[in-house]
Each structure stands twice: as structure tokens, then as C-alpha cells.
């Protein structure tokens, strides 16, 4: 069973930038495409976007276009989302998901 | 797009079965498969039904998935329900381009 295993919370200033990472275990790292998907506060889960984790191809949501990039390392089995000029309402948990399996989540506050 | 419309709440009690709907909003609900994710308050969303009607192991077999095509809908029935399944409940889907869509959730009270 794939366990994924994302970076701790982070704290922010509006117009900085933030690095969440996603490390799966077991050895099918490059079998499954993994999602982002983000819950403000209170509010519903949104997707972000996936990246193809045999190609490295990343897919954005059309909302998140530009600011929100995702990478990966398959020599460590990890995927990244970097957001970048973050804002307010930037501030909330970003999870990662492959196949039926979530991260635990990372909180990203941003504020002054 | 199309999107993907939840009742916003639901309440029921304990032993009873409880059906959530998950209505397509344009294209047929069986050209891309459903999935279904239970989320209890303060913790992550954990994945309860897959491709419809597929539950992962570990999920009870009170949880089942089905979709309609005459209503265009998905549905995600929880039988012999206990005060633990108290939870917001996320449909999901992938449009044509395999981007994902979500449900507003639908949040289940045991009472």
C-alpha cells in the first residue's frame, strides 16, 4: 500500500513563496499520476492540477495557472508544489493524492 | 466543464441507510468514473468508493457506490449507519481532459 508522506506547515508573508513536498513509499513511484488538491478553510476541496510522474509532464487547473508549479525528484519519490506570490487567500491545506491514497496534508498560512 | 452538484446536508440516524447524490451537470456521469472520499472533521480526506462503485480495502461493505444514467448521477449509499460516519462526503470525477472536478460535499450528521 502506497503511503504518501508530505512537508510540514509553513508560514508565510504575502509575495513570497512556498515549497510543499510529497514523498510516496513502496517502489511504483512512476506508475500512478499524482494530484494536487487544496481545502481553505472551511471550504471544499479543490484540484489544482497532476503531474505525470513518468514524463514529469505537469497539468494545471485552468484557476490554477502560473503561480502554482509542480515538479518531482523520482530518485527520492517525491513530488513538489511550489506556489509563488502568495497570497491571502492562498492560506490553506494542500494535499496530495495518487490513485486512492491522500497525503496527511500540509497547512500554508500566508499572512503579515 | 460540467460540474458536479451535493446536497449541502444530510442527517439521519444511527442503524438507518443513507443515499448521498452527485448530479453531472453536462456529458453522460458513466464517460468518466466517480470516486467518492469521506472526510472526518481535522483530518485528511480518505478515499471510500473508486471507480464507482470499487471500495478500497478496509472500507466497510456499508458503503456502496452506483451511478444512473437516466438522472445522470452518481450515488453513494451508507447502510446500518453509526455515529462514526459523521463526516463531510466529496463526490469526485475528470473531464475530458482528465482534469478533476468536485462535488461541494455533503455533510452527513448521525443523530
Known amino acids: 500500500q502506497v503511503q504518501l508522506v508530505q512537508s510540514g506547515s509553513e508560514l508565510k508573508k504575502p509575495g513570497a513563496s512556498v515549497k510543499v513536498s510529497c514523498k510516496a513509499s513502496?517502489?511504483?513511484?512512476?506508475?500512478?499520476?499524482l494530484n494536487w488538491v487544496r481545502q481553505a478553510p472551511g471550504q471544499g476541496l479543490e484540484w489544482l492540477g497532476w503531474i505525470d510522474t513518468n514524463t514529469g509532464r505537469p497539468t494545471n487547473a485552468q484557476a490554477f495557472t502560473g503561480r502554482f508549479v509542480f515538479s518531482l525528484d523520482t530518485s527520492v519519490r517525491t513530488t513538489y508544489l511550489q506556489i509563488s506570490s502568495l497570497k491571502a487567500e492562498d492560506t490553506a491545506i494542500y494535499y496530495c493524492?495518487?490513485?486512492?491514497?491522500w497525503g496527511q496534508g500540509t497547512l500554508v498560512t500566508v499572512s503579515s | 466543464n460540467f460540474m458536479l452538484t451535493q446536497p449541502h446536508s444530510v442527517s439521519e440516524s444511527p442503524g438507518k441507510t443513507v443515499t448521498f447524490s452527485c448530479t453531472r451537470s453536462s456529458g453522460s456521469i458513466a464517460t468518466n468514473y466517480v470516486q467518492w472520499y469521506q472526510q472526518r472533521p481535522g483530518s485528511a480526506p480518505t478515499t471510500v468508493i473508486y471507480?464507482?462503485?470499487?471500495?478500497p480495502s478496509g472500507v466497510p461493505d456499508r458503503f456502496s457506490g452506483s451511478i444512473d444514467s437516466s438522472s445522470n448521477s452518481a450515488s453513494l449509499t451508507i447502510s446500518g449507519l453509526k455515529t462514526e460516519d459523521e463526516a463531510d462526503y466529496y463526490c469526485q470525477s475528470y473531464d475530458s481532459s482528465g482534469n478533476g472536478v468536485f462535488g461541494g460535499g455533503t455533510k452527513l450528521t448521525v443523530l
Open positions: 513502496g517502489n511504483t513511484f512512476t506508475t500512478y499520476a
Open positions: 471507480e464507482d462503485d470499487q471500495r
Open positions: 493524492v495518487r490513485g486512492i491514497e
